[in-house]
């Protein structure tokens, strides 16, 4: 009987969505469960159980010092954080100490749970807040000056009727009109940008979306003699989304891709399915690579080029790369880049399956 109380608690220990780790006063691992492993990111053997706890965590000296401190402590901590060296993961545990009957101290218990994916999740929202405040005031501006811009360009045409006989001031008129127009299409870009997302979630094929995308970046910038690969399997599981907001996120990364490559060259997409290790269940996601032979960004550039309104073209608005995270992050997805001066760009954009579902 006593053998099945046994195995029921293991069971429950096992099972724990936490990670769990017991040892002895003298530093003898007593217990330790799937979840603990998978966090430290240690290869379970049979003969771990019985070992100094400090052997099995030898990757994670971090770890053994708290547990090491905790008989000297007056107060446990209650909720406290630790940064894992190796893998940058951060961990929020609570100690707690092991007595006997006798209420004698023989040993102590570790508690935790992955945190990157909440730290993660607070990040994206200090960056949606920034968005928010850069947001509004870009609205503010963009109506203000939408009216008078409207206004030039009207007028500008009627003066330009009026000098019909002095084709200098005709093609001067011309110009101002054409600037107008331009001016007019930042702003309704900037509308565009700042108007919260609503997405018209339904079974979406990506491979749909990249096709469409392909064709629609061709009115977007001039492609040349850019060859493009896309290698992406039939079999890819659709995922929850917006059919059109993802053509226009890959519409923008090849935009960008061309205005890079100068009309030579090739870029090439893929797409494959992914397993997402973040926390206890992990997601099914479709990884997107769009990769191109362009220039590359120096960091310093690379930093910043999701910011709205960052560019370092002359006619660009930089809000190109702000939309696309914004798609993103409607779709719970994740994005990514990797580049060197002189090494091409590759963005990598991972979008889960189910990722939206509660998003609509
Ligand atoms: N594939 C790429 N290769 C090299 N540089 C890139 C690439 N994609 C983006 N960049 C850099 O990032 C900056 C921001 O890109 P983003 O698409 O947000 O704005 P933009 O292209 O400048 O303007 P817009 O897209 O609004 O017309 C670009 O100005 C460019 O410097
Ligand atoms: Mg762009």
Redesign the pocket.
């Known amino acids: 009987m006593a053998d099945d109380g046994d195995r029921f608690f293991r069971y429950i220990v096992a099972g724990m969505r936490n990670g769990v780790l017991a040892y002895t006063r003298d530093g003898t691992l007593a217990l330790i469960n799937e979840e603990a492993y998978r966090i430290f990111d240690v290869t379970p053997r049979r003969t771990d159980l019985g070992q100094p706890v400090a052997d099995v965590l030898r990757a994670h000296p971090e770890v053994v010092r708290v547990l090491n401190s905790v008989f000297d402590l007056h107060f446990l901590p209650n909720r406290a954080e630790l940064r894992l060296r190796p893998s940058g993961r951060v961990i929020g545990y609570t100690m707690a100490l092991v007595r006997d009957d006798a209420g004698r101290v023989v040993g102590a218990a570790m508690f935790f749970k992955d945190l990157t994916r909440v730290e993660q999740i607070e990040e994206r929202e200090r960056l949606r807040d920034r968005l928010a405040a850069v947001g509004e005031m870009a609205a503010a501006i963009a109506h203000e000056v939408k009216n008078p811009l409207a206004g030039i360009e009207v007028m500008a045409g009627l003066l330009r009727r009026k000098v019909a006989d002095l084709p200098d001031a005709q093609s001067l008129l011309t110009d101002i009109i054409s600037e107008a127009k331009m001016a007019n299409a930042?702003v309704q870009?900037v509308l565009e940008f700042v108007r919260p997302i609503r997405l018209q979630v339904e079974r979406t094929a990506v491979r749909q979306a990249i096709q469409s995308a392909v064709q629609l970046a061709d009115t977007?910038a001039r492609r040349g003699d850019i060859s493009i690969d896309v290698q992406v399997p039939g079999a890819l599981p659709e995922i929850q989304g917006d059919q059109h907001q993802l053509t226009q996120l890959f519409t923008?990364?090849l935009?960008?891709?061309y205005?890079?490559?100068d009309g030579r060259g090739r870029v090439a997409i893929s797409a494959q399915a992914v397993r997402l290790d973040d926390g206890a269940e992990g997601r099914d996601a479709v990884l997107v690579e769009l990769a191109?032979e362009?220039?590359?960004?120096p960091q310093d550039?690379?930093d910043?080029?999701?910011?709205?309104f960052?560019?370092?073209?002359s006619?660009?608005?930089?809000?190109?790369?702000?939309?696309?995270r914004k798609i993103v992050d409607a779709h719970d997805g994740t994005i990514d880049?990797r580049?060197a001066p002189g090494r091409?760009?590759m963005?990598r954009v991972t979008l889960p399956v189910t990722g939206s579902a509660d998003a609509v």
């Open positions: 930042i870009e977007k923008n990364l935009t960008n891709a205005e890079a490559m191109d362009g220039p590359g960004m550039v690379a910043r080029v999701f910011d709205p960052f560019t370092t073209k006619h660009g608005s930089g809000l190109g790369l702000a939309i696309v880049l580049t091409g760009t963005i």
